[in-house]
């Protein structure tokens, strides 16, 4: 089982990642900043061309992203956690988002997704493999194609699992393109 979900997220990330026309940027930070199982979380993020016009909601983007989260001898964990670990995880999602633009610099991008998450070695178990994430991003663009920004989301089962502890991640973002 293990084994099929990393191909399943390997397959999933190369289809999405293919399409020259998508844009792709990054995030790094803390996930699970919350509780001691927290780690290093590395993302990199895939805004493709495909819009949805839905009604009441405006035009929303489709989106893909690819989590790898890591905490190497509980460098990330809180205070007191007695053992030394280490704790690996990935996440593959896809949803929407929608970006409003503030003003010619500013944009908030919420954002909704559903995903399969994996954890290995001492990883967080997050209670059940399909996971649902709320975000939301503040950008700052430094130029038509270049931005730097704040990302806060919060990743969880809706209680469909045995358990549902939740995670809530803080990462900056940023893309930076010279053209």
């Known amino acids: 089982m293990k084994f099929s979900l990393k191909i399943l997220y390997i397959l999933l990330f190369t289809i ?13 930070g803390h996930f699970d ?6 780690g290093l ?10 819009n949805f016009n ?12 690819f989590y ?19 704790e690996y995880a990935i996440y593959a999602s896809t949803g929407l988002q929608k970006s409003i633009n503030l003003n010619e610099n500013f944009s908030l991008v919420p954002s909704f997704s559903v995903g399969l998450y994996q954890e290995f070695d001492q990883g967080k178990d997050m209670g059940f493999p399909i996971q649902f994430k709320s975000e939301i991003e503040l950008n700052y663009y430094l130029s038509k194609y270049s931005f730097i920004g704040l990302t806060w989301n919060h990743i969880s089962n809706a209680d469909i699992g045995e ?3 939740g995670s809530d991640s803080i990462l900056i973002n940023f893309k930076i393109a010279n053209y």
């Open 54 to 65: 839905i009604p009441a909601l405006g035009q929303l983007s489709q989106i893909y992203e």
């Open 41 to 50: 979380a590395l993302s990199i993020k895939n805004v493709t061309d495909k």
């Open 68 to 86: 790898a989260l890591t905490d190497k001898n509980n460098f990330f964990s809180g205070e007191g956690e007695p053992a030394r670990r280490d």
């Open 33 to 38: 900043y919350k509780h001691e199982t927290g």
């Open 163 to 165: 358990t549902n502890p």
């Open 16 to 28: 999405t990642a293919s399409n020259a026309t998508d844009q792709l940027y990054y995030k790094v």
